[in-house]
């Protein structure tokens, strides 16, 4: 669901792209998108009432969804397996606490969670082990929540994008063919909603944007060269992103279930 898997799944790979963003962190947060607040809200709408909402955000990355979560007065924790990752939150939200840790093993007590968030990044989950996991660390009556930004490839100009990308871009399309989470006693069923959001950017800002998918990330230096070129001349060539900047219109995929 993120800049994935038009290809047959190989464990290897998958396991080298899901390790792969430490080496791109500064990178990875000055250009990947935020997340809508509206989004968020939704994904936490269900632990609300709480005096104070505990939050975890598992794979947390360089702090994107923990930046939003933070602003909405929760007490959020961020887990993160990828020290390069951790450094870049720790340098950006130096208030929040942290941990090293994967979702496969999160490092805190039994039940200490309203909610667990999850941005971009379940699929790269060992989700057999993962799902027990969080349901381990959320109380009864808490939220799982996973969000992804997807470029909206209804519009032709993101749909062309995609295919000069050779699929690193995530797809709003594939999202909605795939979502749900899978079926575990610890949850009750999906729900799934869908947030319109924009970012504005330019030719280099998109292009570095492409440069952080771990599809990419783990090309050598001239196959990926090459695609960076071949996307900024597309780019370059529509009329839509040929002058200065432009706004890149997005999907946030929300899916939320229930611990029972
Ligand atoms: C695309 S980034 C998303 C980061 C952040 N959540 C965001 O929204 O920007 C994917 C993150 O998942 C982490 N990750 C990969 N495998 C993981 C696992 N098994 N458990 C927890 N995190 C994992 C990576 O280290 C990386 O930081």
Known sequence: MDNDSERPYDE?????????????????AEYRPSYPETAVRWALEPVAGEDVVRVLDLAAGTGKL?????????????????????????????????????AEEIPVPDGSFDAVVVGQAFHWFDV???????????????????????????????????????????SARKWRDQRGFPDHPAYSDSEVAEFQHRQRRTTDSMVALVGTHS??????????????????????????????????PMITGVLRAIRV
């Open 12 to 28: 290897t790979e998958h396991a080298r792209r899901a390790g792969s963003f430490g080496s791109h962190a500064e990178a990875y």
């Open 128 to 170: 057999d082990r993962a799902l027990p996991e969080i349901a381990r660390v959320l109380r009864p009556g808490g939220v799982v929540a996973a969000l992804w930004n997807l470029e909206d490839d209804a519009v032709s100009w993101i749909a062309g994008l995609k295919e000069v990308s050779e699929s690193s871009l995530p």
């Open 66 to 102: 923990t930046e939003v979560v933070a602003r909405l007065d929760a007490e959020v924790v961020a887990v993160e397996p990828d020290p390069e990752m951790l450094a870049e939150l720790r340098r950006r939200l130096p208030d929040v606490p942290t941990h090293l840790g994967s």
């Open 215 to 248: 599809q990419v990330i783990v090309k050598d230096e001239v196959d990926r060269a090459q695609l960076l070129a071949r996307i900024r001349g597309y780019l370059r060539a529509r009329t839509e992103t040929a002058s200065g900047e432009f706004d890149v």
